[in-house]
DNA sequence: CTGTTAGCGCGTTCAA
DNA sequence: TTGAACGCGCTAACAG
């Protein structure tokens, strides 16, 4: 398996082109403090850099620092969609301004050992992961090689920094904004499959507060087919069932919109609906579905900040770091 | 900015604890073919690897080769969503069964050359990237340095390879069915914006088809508001108006889709809409939307083909490759 | 002041 | 089965 052009510019070759050594290209192109490096030197230099097109090897930078600047994250397996998108793109806009480069690792698959070994052979300062890919052998073999594993989960594990994800809160503000409109039986729509965990948290917050209120909740399993949320609908439009529901995400949300008006019930007046992650769906249905949105931008806040507290702690630290990862904000449209 | 628990283990560690020369764990390691190590030797040194949780530096190892086995892309500006999120899944497993990493960089705003620059860094094997982030000369900084690239553009490039995706045919997709079902007067909804590029390669593939029918078409331009919407339904309400519509994707038919029910319009009665990608909101939509969609498998496919060929190909062949990027399927529901 | 020499880091490969 | 050299960028010590 050949390649393109051929080899790529090296720091001798730019050495070669202005006259001077290797170190001196190394000392200018990294901008080195207390190098003395005369300025025509250094234009020239830069002028070699640009005609040659010098790119300096991440991986001879790497192999001499022992640790890399690349800030690792795995494609999350669950939740895809325009959250973890946007979560992304900041986040990485974010870890650039403080010299991290952000990979995210197209395999959605391998978990445990066998994932912990590919990440580790990138050298990464730092992984941002899932919990669900890792087991405390594999979180400890990448530590062992110097890299600093960070864990998404809903609750902070005793083995390893976590950055605390704590979606009952979601579930929190979608009872907050239901029982303030007088609401007193709710019931939270839960995913099965997959999703299953991420919905029964969202739906414990949602349980919580009600009771805290002295208010009744129930939790309503659901697929994501329209014959699931039919059933699902008609669980909710039973005698004595409840005035307000609460659905996983928007998603969910529209399939049981859909099924609510197709059996005749109308948001607000017969039945609230509040959704969750503010999906641009919620907008397009009539009426306009409530919901509970997560600001990516503040999410990549702390987890940049997170990741970089990790990276600069001492040696031997032994706290694990825990933020939680966003403030959920209520978004009231039309039904509720 | 320190790290972790330390020094990752190298194969120098490993072949101290297996009792053998660090050439003996790179040949066992690598299984590389011919080389005369005794089975006895191999399993002392496969048992060090797994002691230690060793796995080899790919900087090392990409350092002596002088090129990598990674594949880069850097996450398209435009279209993020599930269509993306899937062909990377696909695409990401594809790659791995020839050896190769696709590792996707995070950052979408840099384009030219500052963009390649950061690319050429990691001296990937291949970057498969949008059209729209590069140029002719941060091309040609890529190839010199080694990384063969393969460009998404919607028509071949005669500078670069080119994978090239014809958005015409989804919209000729959507004429086909529409002509069928007798509509002789066809519009398609063009997005404002960022998007309107790819909007008006999909509404040219409606117009050419309407016309080789016999057909009249027209675009009509659109932004992702409601009130847009609501302009654009008015429009198409027109007397002597189009009795069929192709919006650019389900997102944009969403938006007309409720624009139209709220102008009192029914669908396909008074207008039959056809949208694009296939997304989950076009099955929560009542009356459903019709849409066509493209397949991320296929798609993943010839992407993963390509970069293959690319790699493969001989030193010097000039050769550029061209493929289509996947064959649009109309998936037919309530709307049309 | 200005710049260079030398050697390191880690995995691979060829000659011995 | 191994010793030695290599690939490339960084940096401490050193010389003009």
Redesign the pocket.
Known sequence: MNSAAG??P???DVARLA?????????V??D?PN????Q???DRVLAAVQELG?A??VS??Q????ISRLVLMPLPRLPRGMMVDATIEHLSEKLSDSGLTLLVHGDRRSTGMAAARMWAELRPAAVLVAADRCTKSSVALLRRAGTEVLMIADRPLPWADTLEFDQGRVGEAAAAHLLAAGHRRLAAIVPAGPLEGLGRARAAGLGTAARAAGAHSEAIAMEATHESAAAAAAAVRRPGGPTAVFTYNDEYGALLHRALGDQGATMPDDIALVGADNLPIATYLRPALSSVALDPVEMADHMCHAIRSLLERPARSEALVAGVLATPLLVRRETS
């Open positions: 080899r790529a090296t720091s001798a006259g001077v050594s290797r170190s001196t290209v190394s000392l192109v990294n080195v190098s003395r490096i005369a025509p030197t250094r010098y300096p090897d001879a930078r192999l001499r620092a022992g």
